[in-house]
């Protein structure tokens, strides 16, 4: 049987849960294809899955693999597995019952596209997760449009430097909140205003807004209610916002997991390849590491992602 390593849980808690353990190598099936990962992403989901606070990963999915986003080549391919050939570089967002802080990993033809040519593996890496949750929150969900004004916050994070930057790419008009620390960065992602959320109070300066993209919650999302035109929506990464809230600001709210589509991977790509997107790295770690590489993302905020090189 061949094997392969991977960081994987048996029990929630914290990072020393994490081992990197010998498992064996899954085989591909029907409209697979099996990938070997270059590098993997590192995730809020990811320590939140670790200590066992993500509902849809409980104690029966344990032992679990971490990682939600990968980029890697195709190493051989399941029963009508036709659209990427052996050797072919993807990036891939995961479906939740596999993980990609590993050697090796399967996944659906449905769920890849071919990484960007203009970047290397570790920048394709930091893209899936971050940049589809961005991207299905801005266009899908919120229905953000050229000349529409958004208030992004955490517009330093992995998730928000992108969302910027999609919104830019689309026409939009884009205030960002972010720490006095990041204020520089945020710019150079594009945001035509960035706020100091530690000196200023947003919903002071912010007004007339058509979307709202919360990242944060909690009294963030409180506070962004009043920033909203009439009609204007709050879409949120963190669950299904209070709808009598909405109601009683006369805005529309949304709540949403991103999904796996490697087509709206292919049009993040574009954007990358066209130069109009740019995927920053603040560091890599080595796989062996990823319990260092999730207290760094968890304690220091970095701007942009952490991501995991794999041999």
Not at 225 to 230: A, E, M
Request: hydrophobic share 40%.
């Amino acid at each position: 049987m061949r094997t392969m390593n991977a960081v994987r849980i048996d029990g929630f808690g914290g990072p020393e849960v994490m081992r990197l353990q010998e498992i064996p190598l899954p085989t591909p099936q029907q409209g697979e294809v099996l990938l070997k990962v270059r590098a993997a992403s590192v995730n809020p989901v990811d320590y939140k899955i670790r200590s066992g606070k993500y509902p849809p990963v409980q104690a029966d999915k344990l032992p679990y693999v971490l990682g939600r986003d990968v980029c890697g080549d195709v190493e051989s391919r399941g029963p009508g597995a036709s659209a990427f050939a052996e050797g072919d570089a993807l990036y891939a967002l995961l479906g939740i019952d596999r993980g990609g802080y590993a050697q090796y990993v399967v996944v659906k033809e449905s769920e890849a596209c071919r990484k960007p040519t203009s970047i290397d593996s570790v920048a394709a890496a930091a893209v899936p997760l971050a940049g589809l949750t961005a991207w299905q929150g801005l266009f899908r969900y919120g229905g953000l449009k050229a000349k529409q004004r958004v208030l992004i916050h955490g517009g330093a994070g992995g998730l928000g430097h992108l969302a910027i930057q999609f919104a830019k790419a689309k026409g939009a008009y884009v205030i960002a909140t972010a720490g006095a620390e990041s204020i520089d960065f945020v710019r150079q992602m594009g945001a035509d205003v960035v706020i100091d959320y530690k000196k200023t109070r947003f919903e002071d300066e912010v007004h007339d807004m058509d979307m709202v993209f919360d990242v944060i919650g909690g009294e963030t999302q409180d506070r962004s209610w009043s920033t909203l035109k009439k009609g204007g929506i709050l879409v949120s990464t963190l669950g299904p916002p209070p709808q009598e809230k909405a109601t009683a600001h006369g805005v529309r709210a949304a709540g949403y997991r991103a999904e796996p589509s490697g087509s709206e991977l292919a049009e993040i790509g574009g954007l990358i390849d066209a130069g109009k997107v740019k995927p920053m790295v603040s560091r890599t770690f080595a796989l062996k590491d990823a319990a260092a590489a999730q207290q760094f993302l968890e304690k220091e905020h970095p701007q942009g992602k952490v991501v995991l090189t794999v041999d």
